[in-house]
């Protein structure tokens, strides 16, 4: 079993910053493809931004060219760092385990194993 550990959600004005980090417990965060999902109120559970063991990233087209998907296999974490907010980029953000992971990076909910406990982020118009 994999824990996943959200931290670096909050309130931040339209136009600022932020950057999420999800930890992964166990020793074989390396070899998982890692993504980045959210769900705004009242709205499905959506992609943003997954990473593949090999570091190939992809977007969502709301988050090209703002937002930025990293890993670190060394402290097991997975970063996504938000710039340019916008007031709908509103939801509780959820980071994604795909364990074993081959080929690229996936899109779908279903394609991922484990899942964090959720951030909220909170832009401010």
């Known amino acids: 079993q994999v824990q996943l550990v959200e931290s670096g959600g909050g309130l931040v004005q339209a136009g600022g910053s932020l950057k999420l980090s999800c930890a992964a417990s166990g020793r074989t965060f390396s070899s998982a493809g890692m993504g980045w999902f959210r769900q705004g109120p009242g709205k499905e559970r959506e992609f943003v931004a997954a990473i593949s063991v090999s570091g190939i990233t992809l977007y969502a087209d709301s988050a090209k060219g703002r937002f930025t998907i990293s890993r670190d296999n060394a402290r097991n974490t997975v970063y996504l760092q938000m710039n340019s907010l916008k007031f709908e980029d509103k939801a509780v953000y959820y980071c994604?385990?795909?364990?074993?992971?081959?080929?690229?990076?996936?899109?779908?909910?279903?394609?991922?194993?484990?899942w964090g406990q959720g951030a909220q982020v909170t832009v401010a118009s």
């Open positions: 994604a385990y795909r364990k074993l992971a081959s080929g690229g990076p996936r899109t779908r909910l279903d394609s991922y194993d484990y």
